[in-house]
């Protein structure tokens, strides 16, 4: 069987090589890929532009694709996976309707309210002057929110009044994010620990993948801007299995039958960002796609074949499928480069000085290979990720991996996974 992989980022790379380790399948296609996965045995990277779906269709077709899996989530919420699904071509993703979870932060909030899904007070305006009008009602610090997508970007908290008025004047009237700013959420600051809940949901069935924890600052100690993420570890020990049991009564199952009821019933890997405190959580978000970095941490320790999964979920037979973790524990360190999450450098050549060891994986994110080198193309450049018999150890192995990775302007955290070992 031939695959596509839709994305360019650490959580592709870790798809396509845990996709290529299934004797069944011929060549994994990633479009458009990087370095890590251009160098990844019976992987080849293909460019097509995601936004022309008839070219994506042409291609399947022509190199016999048997699965496609879309990775980030912007062609889900344009709707790939409809037209590719109506053209007869298996695609392991959300509709265009349900990835609304995620593409409209309106859409989530009210989605929440309707179905009884515990998240944090909020209100939603189409204008400056009604939500400045809003600022008054609210305690602080409180949350400004763009509406739609805004690559990790589009969440400020603001620590009184009127920073907040300058959050909205740069999402209203400087148009910061675009049209994804045309709406806005303003909601209460919820304090807590934060976790991440994936699961693999197919109409009525549920999944639920191994814990995960994520690290969305950009400093040490969770200090700085937020980034996509700076490193991920599995399990999150904050995730008791009292507390998954919590997640799936009060936030897993009522969002898949609320989908069903809503008439778009969710395919795909879907991701609650969640708040946890005192024994209690809160939706933050939800996502309508696997998380970056968390990805490479949790693939890192399935066993099974994923492309077994996708194919089971996507043909309604995930009731006769059996998923199995290694019990080890992992942690993956994102090496990042110089300035991001604001401007970054980029066209930097890599050195890497590899151990090819058991239990180590480098994932590329941000690079390309040109004239024999790696050269960096992103603002996160790697994810160093390994396994270990407990966290201490993962954690280890993954910042040794780290050392062997050397670009002008490369910086890392140093404490992810600090959370789970306290
Ligand atoms: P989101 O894109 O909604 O996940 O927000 C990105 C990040 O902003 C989250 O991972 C949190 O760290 C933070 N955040 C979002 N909403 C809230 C909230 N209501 N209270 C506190 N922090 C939040
Ligand atoms: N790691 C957070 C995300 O994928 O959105």
Redesign the pocket.
């Known amino acids: 069987m031939n695959i596509l992989i839709i994305g360019s980022g650490g959580r592709e790379h870790a798809i396509a090589w845990k996709c290529a380790q299934d004797d069944f399948v011929k060549r994994i296609y990633v479009c458009p890929g990087n370095a890590g996965t251009y160098l990844e045995d019976k992987v080849s990277n293909i460019v097509i532009d995601t936004k022309k779906f008839n070219l994506i269709e042409d291609f399947c077709v022509k190199e016999q694709i048997g699965l496609v899996i879309i990775g980030p989530e912007q062609p889900l919420v344009d709707g790939l996976t409809d037209y590719l699904q109506n053209k007869g071509i298996k695609t392991f993703g959300p509709s265009k309707s349900a990835a609304q979870l995620e593409g409209s ?1 309106t859409f989530s909030k009210d989605f929440f309210v309707k179905y009884d899904i515990p998240t ?1 007070e909020y209100k939603s305006f189409e204008d400056f002057n009604s939500s400045v009008n809003y600022l008054d009602e609210v305690s602080y610090p409180t ?1 400004v ?1 763009a509406d739609g997508l805004a690559a ?1 970007k ?2 400020i ?1 603001c620590e009184n009044k009127e920073s907040a008025i300058k959050a909205l004047n740069s999402i209203f009237n400087d148009k910061a994010f675009g049209k994804a700013g045309s709406r806005v959420v303003i ?5 807590g620990e ?1 976790a991440s809940f994936i699961a693999v949901v197919s109409k009525d069935k549920i999944i639920p993948l191994v814990t995960s924890q ?1 690290h ?2 950009v400093g040490d100690g969770d200090v700085g801007l ?1 980034t996509g993420g700076m490193g991920a570890y599995s399990p999150a020990p904050i995730v008791t299995e009292e507390m998954q049991k919590k997640i799936l009564e009060k936030v897993m199952y009522p969002t898949m039958n609320g989908l069903i009821n809503e008439g778009f019933p969710y395919l795909g890997f879907l991701y609650a ?1 969640l ?1 946890i405190k005192d024994g209690d959580l809160k939706v ?2 939800f996502n309508c796609r696997f998380g970056d970095p968390e990805t490479q941490p949790i693939l890192i320790r399935l066993k099974s074949s994923l492309v077994e999964l996708c194919l089971a979920a996507i043909d309604d037979k995930l009731n006769s499928y059996s998923i199995n973790w290694s019990e080890k524990h992992s942690c993956g360190v994102v090496i990042a480069s110089k300035g991001y999450p604001e401007s970054y450098d980029i066209d930097k050549e890599v050195k890497i000085k590899l151990n090819e060891e058991n239990d180590l994986k480098l994932f590329h994110a941000g690079t390309r290979y040109e004239d024999d080198k790696i050269i960096t193309s992103g603002g996160r450049v790697f994810c160093a990720t390994a396994l270990g018999n407990d966290l201490k150890e993962a954690q280890e192995k993954a910042y040794n991996l780290v050392n062997s990775v050397d670009f002008e302007g490369s910086f890392f955290r140093k404490d992810i996974g600090f959370k789970g070992i306290k």
């Open positions: 932060k944090a949350v929110k990790g589009g969440v908290i909601e209460e600051f919820l304090e934060e994520d969305k600052a937020n960002g708040m933050l978000e």
